[in-house]
């Protein structure tokens, strides 16, 4: 047939997931033949976006090289599947041309969700992932400079998740009024709980960002751009829809309307597989933003749409196409973020999703000094573990402090990994220097976690 590519596996995606199995399955074995197939010029470091906004790096920088994809020998292929025929194990992209393969990889990953209000449509209603958002917004800065110099310019952004956080931030340093709106009454409600928020709140607030807890985006208004946006509690904030723009950062919905027509067994929150990252279809897999997965310390069902997680699921899905017995733990969800000098991050689930799931659960803290207090700018580290009454098990943990916030957050989800109770935590082994950590003689996780067995 006219048009027809042949291949062994095909991976429909090219980010983290989709590059990753391509090279692992590459990487297997030389006379494999790999597709990739995926619309953009370029794949993208989602996670620098921020930064590009910011100035700090051109958005060039945030371009990953395609020898990622073709250098351990995958092709790759730009289009957009727009069908799978898992009958006829068959692709057809949206130019017209058909893939055959003997094993489909679904690693398409998840796009913003836009909650249906009136409004969200507008043109100066914007969602950040893409290239292409990333530019939009990089051009609504231009517009501050009119004939009579400089306009004081708006952003709201609705979520205060880490994403919704870093695009406030980076709005700011650009100059702009910043306004922040988040439903829950604390910042990141997904990573930690309300008491671990204190200074990060305060060092948000000191750059000048306005934020509404508590707060629900009701409505946009406006014609074809929006010149007020309404919040619960009968608020308002007012717009220039010539200038001022609003950001939705409220989650993430998994790109698989593609496969509507194709039968997969899937959830709101993504494709069903099985923890070898096996979908309902024959020789089909999916891994990464695309999938909905389980926790990995309840077995139920957990969002987890994170780079950290769709690399691993993604070495998963490439083991067991190639016939290995490799199987996906599930999510831990360790993420980190920062504000000023402020680092905060999570593991596992807070003392609130933690009692939501039907978990009974107790909470210990240690707090020391990140440096040796002699030394100077010894900044502090708080440590917050979440705990499973009786069992004993570390279930989540949180970690505030001036730095190496990201390498606790790590080593506690490796105890989570490995199922560690606080009495293995009280153990740790651990290194002391004074410019690098805590004094000698207190450990915040060590400190944590006596004080829960002292007290239990
Ligand atoms: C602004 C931002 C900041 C983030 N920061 C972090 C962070 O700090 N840490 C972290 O762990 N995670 C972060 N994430 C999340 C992380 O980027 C995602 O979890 C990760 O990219 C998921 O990888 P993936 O390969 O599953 O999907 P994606 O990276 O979304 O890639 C999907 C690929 O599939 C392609 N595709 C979609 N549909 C089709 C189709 N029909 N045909 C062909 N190709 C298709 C897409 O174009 C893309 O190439 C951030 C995300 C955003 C948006």
Redesign the pocket.
Known sequence: MKHQLETDILI????????QASRMLSDSDDNLKVFV????DF?MV??A??YAIEGLIPLEKTFKKDALVTETGTELIR????SVNVDDHMVALNDGRKIAYKKLLI????S?FRPPISGIDAANVFT??TEADTRRILEQFDKRFGADGEKTQKAVVVGAG??GI?QALAYRANGLEVHLIEMQDHLLPQMVDADMTGDITEKLIETGVQLHLETMLEALEGDDRISRVHLSGNKSIDLNPEIDFVIISVG?SP?IA?LDKAGFDRVNDGLVVDKHMKTSAQDVWA????VSFNSGIDGAPLGG??????VPM?KVAAGSMLGKDVSYPGFFNG?V?VVGNLRIGGTGFTENVARSRGMDVYTSNGATSARFPIMPDAGSIIVKLVIEKGSDRLVGAQVLGTEAVAERIDLLTFAMQRGATIADLSELSYSAQPWQTFFPARNAIVEASSKALMRR
């Not at 690693?107 to 998840?110: D, K, V």
């Open positions: 429909v995606g090219g980010g983290p997931a989709g590059i197939v995926r619309p953009e794949s989602y996670c976006i921020p289009g957009s599947v727009e690693t398409t990953g998840a913003p950040v992932k880490a994403i870093e993430m790109d593609f891994a990464g933003d695309c749409k994170l780079a950290t997680n769709a993604a993420a973020t």
